[in-house]
């Protein structure tokens, strides 16, 4: 029986070719993307903008535009109601009154009343947070986000070279911007869930990257004589079935969960797809590139006291091994 093989051995694109196009696109998408988080800003959850979110759940399909009408006549603030997780079941987000929890457990027991009043069957449930603990919530996954991308960077910066700390650097900060952008730009929810998304992303970009930049690495040894152009290509080529095999499995299990998974992990699973189209890309157009835009080449990594035959012997060693 024949292994099925998404990219054939003697596969040979030319990826390079288009390193200049790709790079005036993702400067565009990403000031894009940054410009509308600046301006349109993220439709944060009760999680990092305090509030409370009161899910009631019905015997039947819930009445929701009777649930909105009964609400908005309680004069309780602007509240966004929606389906969670099923047809029976409403999501009601608020925020917090004036007046402290005694105030919010006040407002959360008249839309109970409410609502029971019509709906007997109905049962809730409520989660509050105040506003100090959003505060510390966004401020922790803002930096918690900071430090993982500089700290990949940094390991890579020892792992290799400085010039390819910069590159993963760099893809991390697309990959991310293009994310908050996409959630800026549909409004939907920006909670811890989704945070939790972008620190998976920034691990998935970084393993397809490592795995990418090794290759590379190992080619600058192999091949002392080729251009660094035909290099990249040849070690994007090399690394090409890992990486079609790995990002597809991967979206084809989060498109299953986006299409019959719960509500609850919509804005995970959607996010985290995004990322992992976004990463594959970044891995190829952003990570790649930049070496050139940095002046590698495969006498970037010699030792400077190095004797034309000492380099000789280097290259005959890796050439045997």
Known sequence: MRLLKLVPDNTNIDFMRWRNVALVLSIVVTLASIGLVAVRGLNLGVDFVGGQMIRATFSQAAPIEEVRTTVDSLNLGDATIQEFGNKNTLAIRMGLPPGGDAAANEAASRVRTAIQAKHPDAKFAVDSVSG?????????????????????????????????????????????????????????????????????????????????????????????????????????????SRTMVTSLSIMLALLCLLLIGPEVIFGLTIAILIGIFVGTYSSIYISSPILVWLKVSTESFLPKTATPSAVERVANHNERF
């Open 132 to 240: 100090k603990v959003s505060n510390e919530l966004y401020r922790s996954g803002s930096i918690s986000i900071a430090l993982a991308m500089i700290g990949i960077a940094v390991f890579i910066w020892f792992r290799f070279e400085w010039q390819f700390g910069v590159g993963a650097l760099v893809t991390l900060f697309h990959d991310v911007c293009m994310t908050m952008g996409f959630f800026s730009l549909t409004q939907l929810e920006f909670n811890l869930n989704v945070v939790a998304a972008i620190l998976t992303i920034v691990g998935y970009s970084l393993n397809d990257t490592v795995v990418i930049y090794d290759r590379i690495r190992e080619n600058l040894r192999k091949y002392r004589k080729m251009d660094i152009v035909p290099l990249l290509n040849l070690s994007l080529n090399e690394t090409l």
